[in-house]
C-alpha cells in the first residue's frame, strides 16, 4: 500500500500525537493529544499515512526571526519531524521536510528554520547551522563580580514572572539576531501553567525579579537549588532554568544574586549565548566554566532577496552571489548592495536576481549558516564550502555579513 503523506484533519489529531509520541520513544501512545491541540495549526500539521495509521510526523508554526540590525522575518519553525521505527529508510522524513517546505514558499515566509537532532540529517534539504548556544558552570567561592550592580532584585511569584516575561524577552530579542518571538502557549508551558501529560513538568523553582536603578524590569531568572554537604562543608548547587536580561545592569544583577546564594558553591546556566559576557564580568574569569558549545537553529533561505535585505550589514560593499539549491526554492544569482544610513545598527542593503557575473557562489546550506552573522564567509570559504569567483570576493562578504552581536537562539522548539 503507498503511504500517503498530508497535512492532518481534526479528527487525526489524536493518531498524530501518537505517532510522534511512538516516533520519539514516549510510550504516552497519544494520551497527551488534549494538551498538545492547542499547539497544533492543522494546515502545518503533516504525517505519512499507512492506511488510517499516522507512522511520521512534522508540524510547523510561523514565528519572527530577528536578523542583524533589528530587522525581522517571518519564519516557518519545524519541529516534532519523526518517523515510527517500523517505517524508517522509506524516505518519509525526505517527503514530509519537503512538502512542508514547499508549503512556507507558498505562503510567503523567507525562511525556515528548525533545531536538527543530529547534524547530518538537514544540511541536504538545505539548512545550515546558523547559532549557536553553550552551558556556564560557576564556582561562586571564586566568582565576584567586578563592578556592583545598581537596582535591586526581588523574589515573586509564578504568576508575576509569568507576566513579566513576554515584554522582558521582547526587548532582548529586538537587540539579538537569530532568537525568535514566543507566543502564551510557550511561556504557559514554560512556567508549568499549560502541561502536557507524559513529558516531563516543571519543578518548583523561585523566580526573581531584576529592576535597574529607575525600578524598571531589567532581568528575570527561573532557578532551583540542591543543597548538599560534602564532611560537613555546603556544597550546594543553584541551577537556572530562564535567565533572560535585556541590559548590562540586569544581567549584574541577576549574577549578583545567584554567585551570592547562601550554602551554594556552584551555579549552573544553559543555553548562554557564544558571546557571553560573564568571564570579562568577574575578577577571576576562570571561576567561569563553558562547555557543551555547540550548533542549536538552523535556517534554510526561502527567499533570498526578502532575507538578505531584512538585515543590515556591518560595513558597505557589493557583492554579487550565485546560490545552489536543488529543490530550487532559493536558487539563483543575486546582487546584494549594502550603504547608506549612518552605520551606528549597520548599514541597509537592497538584494534583487541579476545576470551579473558572479562572485561568490554557495550552498542554500551555506547562505543559511552566514544570514545571521554567527559564521563567517570566509571561514566556509576556507572550508570549500563558498567558492570564490573573483579574488577578495570572500574577504569583502566577510565583512559586510559580520555581526558584532553573536546570533543567539533562546528558543526551544
Known sequence: MALDVRTITESEVDAWCAAWDTGSLNPAGGADAPARRRGLLLDRTWAAFDGDRAVATLRSFPAELTLPGGGTVTAGAVTQVGTAATHRRRGLATRLVEA????????GEPVSVLIASEWGIYGRFGYGAATEHQHYTVDTRAARLIDRPRGSVEFVDRDTARAAAPGLHARHRAGRPGDLARDGLFWDRLFGIARVPGRPQPAPAFHVLARDAGGHPAGLARYRAELRTEHRVPAGEATAELFLAVSRDGALLLWDHLLNLDLVTTVRVGDRPADEAL????TDARAARAAERADFLWVRPLDVPALLAGRRYAAPGRIVLE???PLGFAAGRFALHAGGGDGSVGHPASCERTDAPAELALSASALGSVCLGGFGVGALAAAGRIAERIPG????ADAMFHWPTAPWCSTWF
Open 100 to 107: 512542508e517546505l514547499a508549503a512556507a514558499a507558498r505562503r
Open 279 to 282: 568571564p570579562w564580568l568577574l
Open 323 to 325: 546560490v545552489d539549491d
Open 393 to 396: 570576493a570572500a574577504a569583502r
